[in-house]
Nanobody
C-alpha cells in the first residue's frame, strides 16, 4: 500500500498563496489518478483537483483559475499550487491516489494521506 505524506499547509491571509506537496512511497505512475480533496469538520469531503497519468487535469469550479495541480514521476510527488486563496478554501487537504482508470475531482480514492491544514484568514 502506498504511503502519501502531505506538506506545505499553513495559515495565510486572503489573497495569498500556498503550495502543497505530497510525497509518495512508490512510483506514482502506477496510479492512473492522483488528486487532492478537502474537508471541513462537519461538512462533506470535496474533491478539489485531479490529474491523470497523461497529465490531463480537472478542477472543481470554485478553484478553477486559482489552483494548479501537477505530478512529477521522477520525484514521485504531487503538488497543488494555490493562489488568490479565499476564506472558504480553509480546510484539511488530503493527497490521494488510485488506479481505477478514471479521473475526476472526487474524494473517494483508495489511498490517501493524513492531510495538511490550510487556514485562510479574511
Amino acid at each position: 500500500e502506498v504511503q502519501l505524506v502531505e506538506s506545505g499547509g499553513g495559515s495565510v491571509q486572503a489573497g495569498g498563496s500556498l503550495r502543497l506537496s505530497c510525497a509518495a512511497s512508490e512510483y506514482i505512475n502506477r496510479y492512473y489518478c492522483m488528486g487532492w480533496f478537502r474537508q471541513v469538520p462537519g461538512k462533506e469531503r470535496e474533491g478539489v483537483a485531479a490529474i491523470d497519468r497523461n497529465g490531463v487535469t480537472v478542477y472543481v469550479n470554485s478553484v478553477k483559475g486559482r489552483f494548479t495541480i501537477s505530478r512529477n514521476s521522477a520525484s514521485n510527488t504531487l503538488s497543488l499550487q494555490m493562489n488568490n486563496l479565499k476564506f472558504e478554501d480553509s480546510a484539511m487537504y488530503y493527497c490521494a491516489a488510485d488506479d481505477r482508470g478514471y479521473c475526476s475531482a472526487r474524494s473517494d480514492y483508495d489511498n490517501r494521506g493524513q492531510g495538511t491544514q490550510v487556514t485562510v484568514s479574511s
